[in-house]
């Protein structure tokens, strides 16, 4: 990892991340409220006190992993964006700037997010230092994010 000083245009590049992901999680916690609030109307708790039927959760256990499949990585492997990234201009690529392979999009939204959420997200303050500014879940995908159209210097 090459040491680079911060600069406007980091700083500029790493807002754009963070606000893709903020938009991301909102719709994916859209995704899962919906997906909750399906499952209790359809079965609805059979005690008192609970939240969910057995069937309920049998339902969320399902269709909760196949939303996150669909809305996070999926896409990656077609555009190179979800809704977030392409609302902020930015993509994710692979080595030689082509789309990312349905590993590479697995290993970066499931290893590399979790593996973020253990340091605490300190992981994503790599942009500011690494030379190709990779966050913590890039490198353990060996992917990059990268403008869709870039900037003015």
């Known amino acids: 990892m090459t040491r680079l000083k911060p600069s406007f245009l ?3 590049y790493f ?12 719709v994916m ?7 909750a609030g399906s499952a209790n ?16 959760l049998i339902l969320f256990g399902v269709f909760s992993p196949l939303a996150w499949f669909l809305y996070s990585v999926l896409p990656l492997t077609r555009t190179g964006a979800t809704l977030g990234k ?11 700037g082509q789309n990312v ?6 290993l970066r939204e499931s290893a590399g997010r979790w593996l ?18 990779q966050a913590l879940h890039d ?3 060996d992917t990059f994010v990268v403008w869709r159209n870039p900037p003015p210097s």
């Open 116 to 133: 973020n959420a253990m340091v605490l997200y300190l992981g994503l303050l790599f942009v500011f230092w690494d030379k190709d500014r």
């Open 41 to 56: 109307a359809l079965f609805p708790p059979t005690y008192p006190g609970h939240h969910f039927s057995a069937e309920g």
């Open 86 to 96: 392409e609302i902020m201009g930015i993509r994710v690529v692979g080595q030689g």
């Open 10 to 12: 980091t700083l500029r």
């Open 15 to 26: 807002s754009h991340r963070l606000l893709a992901g903020l938009i991301d999680f909102g």
């Open 139 to 141: 490198m353990v995908a």
């Open 101 to 106: 392979s349905l590993l590479q999009a697995f």
């Open 29 to 35: 916690a859209g995704l899962q409220f919906g997906i």
